[in-house]
């Protein structure tokens, strides 16, 4: 299965930008990376996702590294309603989407 | 548009009998995607229908099944229900393939196992 590793729990102010990082190291070329968030009593909900370079949405942006192994999710100003569980998931072709663990994000008022 | 819809909300069985839980996706959506979502496991993919035929199938005994109708509707089933299989079962729907497209979650059917 195509893993991604992501720190189990981050915390922020509300307000802040927030920066999720996520290692993907055995990414291949064709491989897309995307992020799902899921607030709580929810179903996931699409972010944004990314092949080569970065992307900006209404939502966040993606900022994925030159060589690919790694990516950041950037909120640029987290509001209460981000807290939620982010998932980077990273897909092979166009094969099914493998969560991970995630990572909780905790905003402080 | 409506988005995707699960029935029923809530269920709670025995061990041993079997469930069907019900999936209606966004009108137009060729892809319907299954997963398990338990608190030790996390989410985990179970399978992707598209176009009424099984694309993708996850780690999962042969007691869980599902089809695919000619409306893009989909089932899952679960036979001879175990403890085990106590856990919110959601659906996703995208217009294309899954790992290409956004997919667009229902708020799940929680199942209970007693």
């Known amino acids: 299965d195509a893993k991604t590793t992501q720190p189990n729990s981050m915390e922020s102010n509300e307000e802040e930008p927030v920066h999720l990082p996520c290692n993907h190291s055995?990414?291949?070329?064709?491989?897309?990376i995307h992020w799902y968030r899921q607030l709580p009593s929810q179903g996931p909900e699409y972010v944004i996702h990314?092949?080569?370079s970065n992307v900006n949405n209404r939502m966040a942006s993606l900022a994925i590294a030159e060589d690919r192994k790694s990516s950041t999710l950037i909120l640029h100003r987290a509001t209460l309603r981000d807290a939620a569980v982010y998932y980077c998931?990273?897909?092979?072709?166009?094969?099914?989407?493998?969560f991970g663990q995630g990572t909780r994000l905790t905003i402080n008022p | 548009k409506a988005g995707v819809t699960q029935t029923p909300r809530y269920l709670i069985k025995t061990r041993g009998q079997q469930v069907t839980l019900s999936c209606s996706p966004i009108?137009?959506?060729?892809?319907v995607s299954w997963y398990q979502q338990t608190p030790g496991q996390g989410l985990q993919f179970l399978f992707e229908?598209?176009?009424?035929?099984?694309?993708n199938k996850g780690n999962f005994p042969g007691r869980f099944s599902g089809r695919q109708f000619s409306n893009s509707r989909s089932e899952m089933n679960v036979s001879t229900l175990e403890l085990g299989d106590s856990a919110l079962y959601l659906c996703?729907?995208?217009?294309?393939?899954?790992?290409?497209?956004?997919?667009?979650f229902g708020a799940g059917t929680r199942l209970s196992v007693l």
């Open positions: 990314g092949l080569t």
């Open positions: 998931i990273r897909t092979q072709g166009a094969q099914k989407l493998v």
């Open positions: 996703a729907s995208s217009s294309g393939l899954a790992g290409r497209d956004i997919q667009y």
């Open positions: 009108s137009g959506h060729r892809s």
């Open positions: 055995t990414i291949s070329g064709t491989d897309y």
């Open positions: 229908y598209f176009s009424e035929t099984q694309r």
